[in-house]
């Protein structure tokens, strides 16, 4: 069974979310993993630290495949986006501001609203996140 966690909005804990499941048709299986209809503008202001690829604009997309070397320390940041991640090859973990860190493994996801995180790979191979930005600042 896959982790899936939620960060609270702008809140630094996770909380394990329960993603909706679905046979629409014999055979066929869909997960739910996060539903919004709308991100209100500027919900997730956050400050992009210097030297990052910048975040999408309110409204904007963008799908990233992000290589994390193996590194214990991470780089806590925050951007005004809801991330939607899956590790693709792992294991990581995700370290958030309070000094709690969840690991993870491949095929489990997360929803990041505005949280103020880091990855980290406690591994000795390259892990491996698809990483779908919401621009929401």
């Not at 910048?54 to 809801?82: Q, S, Y």
């Amino acid at each position: 069974m896959s982790t899936h966690l939620m960060t609270p909005h702008l809140a630094d804990a996770v909380e394990d979310c329960e993603p909706l499941r679905l046979e629409p048709a014999p055979g066929m299986r869909l997960v739910e993993l996060y539903a919004c209809d709308a991100v209100a503008e500027g919900a997730l202001t956050a400050a992009v630290p210097s030297g990052f690829v910048p975040a999408p604009e309110n409204g904007g997309v963008r799908f990233r495949l992000v290589t994390l070397p193996p590194d214990p320390v991470g780089h806590l940041h925050r951007t005004p986006t809801v991330d939607l991640v899956t590790v693709v090859r792992g294991p990581v973990s995700l370290a958030l501001a309070d000094g709690s860190e969840t690991a993870l493994a491949a095929g489990d996801t997360v929803v990041l609203r505005g949280t103020e995180h880091a990855w980290r790979n406690h591994g000795e191979d390259p892990a491996l996140l698809a990483v779908v930005l919401l621009g929401a600042g």
